[in-house]
């Protein structure tokens, strides 16, 4: 088993042909294309691209006690959004 938190896994291996499990941490990503598979070496390099996409969330927030009229604002990874 190999994990990383780069882009991409290198594994050095002897021709044959190997299955591959992905498992996922499901609150934070969905897999796009597939989580099972088998990949095929023949004496030459193979690659096999596996797609993320990150789970979206909707937040709600609600602004009590502050005065009528009053801006009022969340900031999110650095991001700001006027109410």
Do not use: C, H
């Not at 021709?15 to 934070?28: A, C, F, H, R, V």
């Not at 691209?49 to 009590?64: D, I, R, S, W």
Request: aromatic residues 12%.
């Amino acid at each position: 088993m190999q994990s990383a938190k780069d882009t991409a896994l290198t594994f050095l291996q002897v021709n044959g042909t190997y299955s591959y499990n992905i498992t996922l941490i499901p609150e934070y990503f969905t897999l796009v294309s597939p989580r099972t598979g088998t990949i095929d070496i023949n004496g030459s390099t193979v690659s096999s691209v596996v797609k993320f996409l990150p789970e979206n969330f909707t937040l709600n927030f609600t602004e009590t006690s502050l005065p009528q009229y009053t801006n009022w604002s969340i900031g999110l990874t650095g991001l700001r959004t006027l109410q």
